[in-house]
């Protein structure tokens, strides 16, 4: 299967708007004004932004409005194509191909719950600031920039239900006072839970915290946007057997088992390609994989019964894998 499969919905963007130094939004809608398929907060979608890519974007805007989705995009230095596809080539009244929303990211029930945006991570942690807002339940949302022109969606919260649920951080502005997540988030309480955003950094600063502090995994929440910088010098070549064909093959140290089934004519239905999202996660039924993603959580990598073929690779010298 392709991620063609996964595209299912065209969409016309309505509106583009600077929402702050080098992030733009775009509001999209159903272009015969049809309601979109619901969503819940923390959600996502796939967006074709050309033949060659297809990124992830948290859906931002209110998860109980069906006529519009909003999207915000950070224009990265070193884009590999996607952010500046967007900021580039995406304009008002152009067409959108998509996917249905899909959550990886979804709020647990809870008394209080307490948010940390980096950056652009503040996306899906809006619109959980919504839907908890709209649920009356206690929380705060503690949002960190590198500069006040940098943070996106002030306005917006300034004038909603929870402004004065908002803690600012910018290192442009000490004097205003710097993140301390211990603080923020206590003793660990059994229905409390804590979600982060953000630039890899600063969610490995913020778990690390609760951890040391006896948060319980189950208790902490994140979404990684960008994978991590894995060092493949020591890359070794393994195989790969399908268990429905007995077919093998060798994927070499400078390619993907994805890339490798894919010029052989096996699609696996992939989108972010560096192990974040999850879409192209596949059952091993033999072997033991050498996880690289930021999608499985900690007890699902030990079980060693899944991986992400996009970047993963083997510790075994060979995986069955259920395709």
């Not at 519009?68 to 990265?76: D, F, G, N, Q, S």
């Not at 959550?103 to 209080?112: D, I, M, S, T």
């Not at 500069?147 to 002030?154: E, Q, V």
């Amino acid at each position: 299967m392709s991620t063609n499969d996964t595209l299912s919905l065209f969409v016309r963007v309505v509106s583009r708007r600077e929402e702050a130094e080098g992030i733009a939004s775009f509001e999209l809608a159903d272009p015969h004004e049809r309601a979109l398929p619901a969503f819940s907060a923390g959600a996502h979608i796939d967006v074709r932004i050309n033949d060659e890519i297809i990124r992830q974007y948290s859906l931002c805007g209110h998860s109980e409005k069906n006529d519009r989705y909003r999207i915000a995009v950070l224009r990265e230095v070193e884009s590999r194509g996607g952010s500046a596809g967007m900021h580039d080539s995406i304009h008002e009244g152009d067409l959108l191909q998509i996917s249905a929303p899909k959550n990886h990211f979804p709020l647990e029930p809870a008394r209080r719950v307490v948010l940390f945006a980096g950056g652009i991570g503040i996306t899906p942690l809006l619109c959980m600031a919504e839907h908890l807002a709209n649920t009356d339940t206690e929380f705060e949302l503690h949002y960190c920039a590198r500069s006040r022109a940098r943070m996106a969606f002030l306005d917006d919260i300034a004038a909603s239900p929870f402004a004065d649920r908002l803690s600012t951080y910018c290192d442009d502005n000490p004097e205003a006072g710097t993140l301390d997540v211990a603080a923020s988030v206590g003793a660990p309480e059994p229905d409390t839970h804590v979600y982060v955003c953000g630039p890899a950094g600063f969610i490995d600063h913020v778990l690390t915290t609760c951890k040391d502090a006896g948060w319980p995994t189950e208790q902490l929440h994140t979404e990684y946007f960008s994978g991590v910088q894995v060092d493949s010098a020591d890359n070794d070549s393994f195989e790969v057997k399908l268990a429905s064909s007995g077919a093998t093959f060798t994927i070499p140290a400078d390619k993907t088992v994805h890339q490798v089934l894919a010029e052989n004519g096996i699609e696996i239905m992939v989108s972010c390609e560096e192990g974040v999202c999850g879409t192209c996660l596949t059952r091993v039924l033999e072997g033991e994989p050498d996880h690289r993603d930021l999608y499985l959580e900690e007890h699902e990598r030990a079980a060693n019964d899944q991986f992400t073929p996009c970047c993963s690779r083997a510790k075994s010298k060979c995986l069955v894998l259920d395709l």
